[in-house]
T-cell receptor, first 115, second 114 residues
Framework: AQKVTQAQTEISVVEKEDVTLDCVYE???????LFWYKQPPSGELVFLIR??????QNEISGRYSWNFQKSTSSFNFTITASQVVDSAVYFC????????????FGKGITLSVRP | DSGVTQTPKHLITATGQRVTLRCSPR?????VYWYQQSLDQGLQFLIH???????AKGNILERFSAQQFPDLHSELNLSSLELGDSALYFC?????????????FGPGTRLTVL
């Protein structure tokens, strides 16, 4: 069975601080996919990134970066120089290999960025 | 805007009633997934349809059913509603890029059962 753990439930930072959101996953599959989604106060779920289990290269997109470490089953998300607009709930998710697979979500981390 | 549409945005109804939630996937996407987001259970997978056929079921109650029509839109039917069914219901459609599947979510339907 697949499981995603986001141990942090709420994080509060001041604008311009860097913040890291942790994600630990469990799966018996050798090939799998990891995702991060953002849920702003308006409620929609916004896709941020997909990472394949066979590609451990870290990724940077603007102020966002992701650190995938298979050895520790972690897929952490860092926001550099946080902004108030980053305030949202962030979900890490896991799916098994193959197309058309359901997502298993973590409980989410509520990030509040104060001005 | 993900390109996935869901109607209605909000729904308020009473216990024992039946409602239908509608989802239109992104153009060209054959897969539709339904998820339920509640305070108790978080985000949970309900059911997956691909090109009109049911592909997988998750924690979907027997009182709930879904279908995907030839034009690929999907409907989630919730019957004999209970207070605990109050939740945000999302649908997602997926596009396979390079053999990899990414789900894009609609804005959700917020269901309140009174």
């Amino acid at each position: 069975a697949q499981k995603v753990t986001q141990a942090q439930t709420e994080i509060s930072v001041v604008e311009k601080e860097d913040v890291t959101l942790d994600c630990v996953y469990e799966t018996r599959d050798t090939t799998y996919y990891l995702f991060w989604y953002k849920q702003p106060p308006s409620g929609e779920l916004v896709f941020l990134i997909r990472r394949n289990s066979f590609d451990e290269q870290n990724e940077i997109s603007g102020r966002y970066s992701w650190n995938f470490q298979k050895s520790t089953s972690s897929f952490n998300f860092t926001i550099t120089a946080s902004q108030v607009v980053d305030s949202a709930v962030y979900f890490c998710a896991l799916s098994e290999a193959g197309a058309n697979s359901k997502l298993t979500f973590g409980k989410g981390i509520t990030l509040s960025v104060r001005p | 805007d993900s390109g996935v549409t869901q109607t209605p945005k909000h729904l308020i109804t009473a216990t024992g009633q039946r409602v239908t939630l509608r989802c239109s996937p992104r153009s060209g996407d054959l897969s539709v997934y339904w998820y339920q987001q509640s305070l108790d259970q978080g985000l949970q997978f309900l059911i997956h349809y691909y090109n009109g056929e049911e592909r997988a079921k998750g924690n979907i109650l027997e009182r709930f059913s879904a279908q995907q029509f030839p034009d690929l839109h999907s409907e989630l039917n919730l019957s004999s509603l209970e207070l605990g069914d109050s939740a945000l219901y999302f649908c997602a459609s997926s596009v396979v890029e390079g053999g990899l599947d990414t789900q894009y979510f609609g804005p959700g339907t917020r269901l309140t059962v009174l």
